[in-house]
Nanobody, 116 residues
């Protein structure tokens, strides 16, 4: 059974930083793409950042230069370092892993609120 557990969300002031982490169980991590999505209030879920099994990364234009995605296959974790946060980054952030057969698995989500 695949399980994803996010941690690290919270309230931060504009310009601040947060680090999200996701612990994954039930998979051989090195075969899976990993990443983060978010769902702002009243909007659809959107891609934030992906990291492939080969460590290639892809970012939404809105977060390029501010967010960094990383993975640790031995520890089965994927992380998102978020810097220079803006109110527009406020959302529920979801961890995602995708199998080689393109099956998606999701975490329960963690709230990030950027506000003064």
């Amino acid at each position: 059974q695949v399980q994803l557990v996010e941690s690290g969300g919270g309230l931060v002031q504009p310009g601040g930083s947060l680090r999200l982490s996701c612990a994954v169980s039930g998979i051989i991590a090195r075969f899976y793409a990993m990443g983060w999505y978010r769902q702002p209030p009243g909007k659809d879920r959107e891609l934030v950042a992906l990291i492939s099994s080969g460590y290639a990364t892809n970012y939404a234009d809105s977060v390029k230069g501010r967010f960094t995605v990383s993975r640790d296959n031995d520890r089965k974790t994927v992380s998102l370092e978020m810097n220079n946060l803006k109110p527009a980054d406020t959302a529920v952030y979801y961890c995602n892993v995708r199998s080689p057969a393109h099956t998606d698995y999701w975490g329960q989500g963690t709230q990030v609120t950027v506000s003064s």
